[in-house]
Nanobody, 128 residues
Framework: QVQLVESGGGLVQAGGSLRLSCAAS????????MGWFRQAPGKEREFVAA????????YYADSVKGRFTISRDNAKNTMYLQMNSLKPEDTAVYYC?????????????????????WGQGTQVTVSS
């Protein structure tokens, strides 16, 4: 059973930065596509970023492009989300997720339904 544990959330002022980490255990981390999602109060969970298992392709939501960077260290079984130029609208609970199944269509990784494993989430609050 794969377990994912996020860390690194907190309170930051607008324009500031945070780096989230997602530590994985219990599976073959290097073979999974990994993603970040977020959910704000009263809103649906939304895609933030994903890094395909091969490491070749990386995807971002339009709202975070140019500000957030997803990376992974397979040797440490850890994924990261570097968040710069944070805005109040980035406030949400951030979740990391793992998708063991491989798809020919990478667009599927934008949807939370293809991810089988989820962390408990970490709160990010950006003050104005």
């Amino acid at each position: 059973q794969v377990q994912l544990v996020e860390s690194g959330g907190g309170l930051v002022q607008a324009g500031g930065s945070l780096r989230l980490s997602c530590a994985a255990s219990g599976g073959i981390f290097s073979s999974y596509t990994m993603g970040w999602f977020r959910q704000a109060p009263g809103k649906e969970r939304e895609f933030v970023a994903a890094r395909v298992w091969s490491g070749v392709s990386t995807y971002y939501a339009d709202s975070v492009k140019g500000r957030f960077t997803i990376s992974r260290d397979n040797a440490k079984n850890t994924m990261y989300l570097q968040m710069n130029s944070l805005k109040p609208e980035d406030t949400a609970v951030y979740y990391c997720a793992a998708a063991p199944k491989r798809y020919n269509n990478d667009e599927l990784y934008y949807t939370h339904t293809v991810y089988d494993y989820w962390g408990q989430g970490t709160q990010v609050t950006v003050s104005s």
